[in-house]
């Protein structure tokens, strides 16, 4: 099995920063692609910044230029340092990753359980 276990979410204020973690654990062969994505209350859950193993991050332009996405496969590990947080970020954010558990078998969609981050004075 596979466990995808975001931490960091929690209460802040506009204009302050916040950093999430997700850290992949289990037997596996490889990860592929790993991201961030949110749901906001009564919005369909929506991409916040992705990338290929080794690949260049890819943004929502609601946040390019605002949050960081970075990843360390030594540890299967992504981040996101979340700057100049606005009250439209409110959202739970899930980790997500494409996992191929052994050599041979076909990569599948995991979801971390979602951290809550709420942005608000």
């Known amino acids: 099995q596979v466990q995808l276990v975001e931490s960091g979410g929690g209460l802040v204020q506009p204009g302050e920063s916040q950093r999430l973690s997700c850290a992949a654990s289990g037997s596996f062969f490889i990860i592929y692609d790993m991201g961030w994505y949110r749901q906001a209350p009564g919005k369909q859950r929506e991409l916040v910044a992705t990338?290929?193993?080794?690949?260049?991050?890819n943004y929502s332009g609601s946040v390019k230029g605002r949050f960081t996405f970075s990843r360390d496969t030594t540890k299967n590990t992504i981040y996101l340092q979340m700057n100049s947080l606005k009250r439209e970020d409110t959202a739970v954010y899930y980790c997500?990753?494409?996992?191929?558990?052994?050599?041979?078998?076909?990569?599948?969609?995991?979801w971390g359980q979602g951290t809550q981050v709420t942005v608000s004075s």
């Open positions: 997500n990753a494409r996992v191929q558990r052994t050599e041979y078998g076909m990569p599948t969609d995991y």
């Open positions: 990338s290929t193993r080794g690949g260049i991050p």
